[in-house]
């Protein structure tokens, strides 16, 4: 495993995540980040001239592996976990770990498990019902430096999955507000 894919991929399931304070992060630039409901690859997109995803991992976890909070906004039943890290113009902005249930890779949705480098959120959200809930956000140590991350659940044709996503230290996220 790579260094990059051991530090963030473990730092992101270590992640003690907590439901945000709504009115708190909705004034503020990196809350706008936190709380997007929509897509983050097009938000980052906006971003930069080229966004490049590179698939750190794809592989298989049994039900027990999963935590007791990821059985509960999951269901029990074991999952494809894809493991990225996105680049805006050649910088590495976020590092996700999404973990997709069995039964949500059927019919339709079977292609999320090929994806490969096209983003998740591309893919997801040009359906007219995609939708995101249960936001919650953490603040994660890595190499001596707080970054922002959060978890969410997409659904797709009424389907779930996780998002678990860790804003790298060069991620619009942190920049000044302008
Ligand atoms: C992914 O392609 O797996 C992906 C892309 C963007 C995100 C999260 C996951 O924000």
């Keep these: 495993m790579s260094d990059f894919k051991q530090l963030h991929v473990s730092a992101l399931m270590g992640a003690n ?12 630039r990196k809350g706008e980040w936190l709380l997007e409901a929509h897509s ?3 938000r980052l997109q906006a971003c930069c001239a080229t966004l490049d995803v590179e698939v750190l991992g794809l592989h298989q976890c049994d039900m027990e592996t999963l935590t ?14 894809r493991e990225v890290v996105l680049s805006g113009d050649n910088m590495p902005w976020l590092c996700a770990r999404t973990l997709v249930p069995m039964s949500t890779l059927t019919e339709k949705e079977e292609d999320i498990a090929q994806l490969g480098a096209v983003p998740l959120g591309q893919r ?9 809930d249960a936001i919650e956000v953490a603040t994660v140590i890595v190499k001596g430096q707080a970054l922002l991350a959060r978890r969410s659940r997409l659904w797709v044709n009424n389907k779930p999955m996780l998002v678990s ?4 230290p060069h991620a619009p996220i942190y920049q000044e507000e302008g």
């Design 17 to 28: 995540w907590e439901a945000p304070d709504w009115q708190q992060l909705e004034t503020t």
């Design 165 to 168: 996503e860790l804003f790298l």
């Design 124 to 132: 997801v959200f040009t359906q007219a019902n995609a939708r995101r």
């Design 68 to 81: 007791s909070s990821e059985r509960e906004l999951l269901g029990h039943e074991g999952c494809l976990v």
């Design 40 to 42: 983050m690859t097009e």
